[in-house]
């Protein structure tokens, strides 16, 4: 079965090669084009569209800035129409931000955002619902990097 992909901000910058931020694009579209032939599932937590919007928004001069936001809109539109190899997961519920923002504190003191958190969550959550396959976070952030679980037969 293929793997279940949770992508990670470092990693959209670098498929949108956004201005200031992008270093590694070409090897990520190459590592991404080998992710959709292995037919693996990318996920596209609320996290990555948000930081990512943000970091455009923070980067690059004005036509810089707009070409990549342009990208960046119409890469989301595709996945929320089913028109991309991305799928975005779904918004948090009120039950889930107060649980999140509960561990915050002690997650805060290791170095974690709640961006973070809220991507560690996605992957807990889509581990324990698909224990039979691979499921992992595509990132360049070495404290995200171990979120790697194999499959468990």
């Known amino acids: 079965m293929s793997a279940i992909c949770i992508i990670d901000t470092t990693v959209f910058l670098e498929i949108l090669n956004v201005p200031n931020k992008a270093t590694l694009h070409k090897n990520i579209i190459q590592e991404l084009e080998t992710k959709i032939k292995n ?75 709640i961006g973070d958190v809220s991507i560690i969550k996605d992957w807990e959550f889509q581990c324990s619902l698909h224990l039979s396959r691979r499921v992992y976070i595509w990132t360049l952030d070495c404290h995200l990097q171990s979120y790697d679980r194999a499959a468990r037969i």
């Open 39 to 113: 037919e693996e599932v990318l996920f596209m937590p609320m996290a990555t569209i948000i930081e990512t919007g943000n970091h455009i928004a923070q980067n690059g001069n004005g036509h810089q800035k707009r070409k990549a936001a342009e990208k960046f809109v119409e890469q989301i539109n595709l996945a929320i129409e089913g028109k991309s190899p991305f799928t975005p997961i779904d918004f948090l519920t009120k039950q889930k931000l107060s649980s999140w923002l509960a561990e915050f504190p002690n997650l805060a003191m290791t170095g974690l955002g």
